[in-house]
């Protein structure tokens, strides 16, 4: 009797590997907070790149115009001399022959780094006794933040009011003249828009229906009653969906269908999103455990027909 294994081929093709599923397991567990930290150190790095560091070099260089004491070509009577007298304050001697003052040096040199060297110039002195004495971090921060916030709510509501609205449609007309900058720039204005709208779409509930032929089914939002003219047309209710795209659910389209066409899902508003976002990947519990049904039927199928396989060589050898 040649001895039949009992492991269907579906058995053989799934082998245990437990070190690939705890790997993709602490992935599952360590890759959402890294992503979310990496996107607000880009949405920080960027805002310190193109806003704070900006804003910071004009303020620099406002103060070191309006502050700096900068002397050259002062008469000495050595040349070896470090230190000079002019008008009853002292100034310091710097390696380019220009004159600062003591107290200047003095507190740049107390708190310079000691990895690096003192600054050579005059301007460079007063760049780093500005950022040292005026600029520094803890200052910087609240006080751009503050005007960040009070420059965003006078741009809005210049915006609301009707010239600013004017300006904003002339901007607008002419970036779309410009043949590859308007398709940026569309693309960023609808996502800008979904996100800083105001005005949300208002989600009922989530429905199925066989779109874009029959057979083939997709996830929708219905948004609404959609118009009476279609529904005169269609000679029963219809409503509005949302079809949202994969990955990015806040693009889409919207389509009128026939109520009846349409199939109410088990699921809520976010499970349907969490779905859309990961294409099918992320699917509810509650969707999983009436998938799961049909496939332990089949199992148990395949384990009772086991006996019964090994049976029929033993049969064929009598």
């Not at 002292?90 to 003095?106: E, K």
């Not at 503050?146 to 915006?159: A, E, K, Q, R, S």
């Not at 960023?188 to 089914?217: C, M």
Request: charged share 20%; proline share 8%; hydrophobic share 45%.
């Amino acid at each position: 009797m040649i001895p039949h294994p009992l492991v269907t081929g579906d058995a053989r093709n799934r082998p245990d590997r437990p070190f690939r599923s705890a790997v993709l397991r602490g992935l599952g567990v360590l890759v959402p907070p890294l992503l979310t930290i990496v996107i607000f150190l880009w949405v920080g790095n960027t805002i310190d790149e193109y806003l704070l560091r900006p804003v910071t070099f004009v303020a620099r260089e406002a103060i070191l115009w309006h502050e700096a004491d900068i002397r050259d070509n002062v008469p000495l009577d050595d040349p070896a001399q470090r230190t000079v007298v002019i008008d009853g304050q002292t100034y310091r001697r710097l390696p380019n022959d220009t004159f600062v003052p003591q107290a200047v040096f003095d507190h740049v040199r107390r708190n310079h780094a000691a990895r690096e060297p003192l600054p050579q110039t005059g301007e460079a002195v007063y760049r780093r006794y500005i950022d040292l004495k005026y600029l520094r971090p803890y200052y910087v921060m609240p006080v751009f933040l503050v005007v960040f916030v009070g420059m965003l709510y006078l741009l809005g509501n210049f915006m609301a009011a009707g010239i600013g609205h004017f300006f904003w449609r002339r901007f607008e007309q002419g970036v779309h003249r410009l043949p590859l900058v308007r398709s940026v720039y569309s693309s960023v204005k609808q996502v800008t828009d979904f996100l800083f709208s105001e005005s949300n779409i208002e989600y009922t509930r989530v429905v199925a229906i066989e779109y874009p032929r029959e057979g083939i089914w997709s996830l929708g939002f219905v948004t609404g009653e959609s118009l009476v003219d279609i529904r005169g047309i269609a000679n029963e209710p219809v409503v509005s969906l949302l079809m949202c795209t994969s990955p990015a659910p806040m693009t889409g389209f919207t389509i009128t269908v026939r109520k009846s066409e349409i199939v109410d899902l088990n699921i809520t508003i976010d499970q349907a999103l969490q779905y859309i976002v990961s294409c099918g990947v992320v699917v509810p519990p509650q969707q999983v455990v009436e998938m799961a049904k049909p496939r332990e039927d089949s199992e148990r199928l395949t384990v009772a027909e086991q006996p019964a396989i090994a049976e029929q060589p033993a049969a064929a050898e009598r």
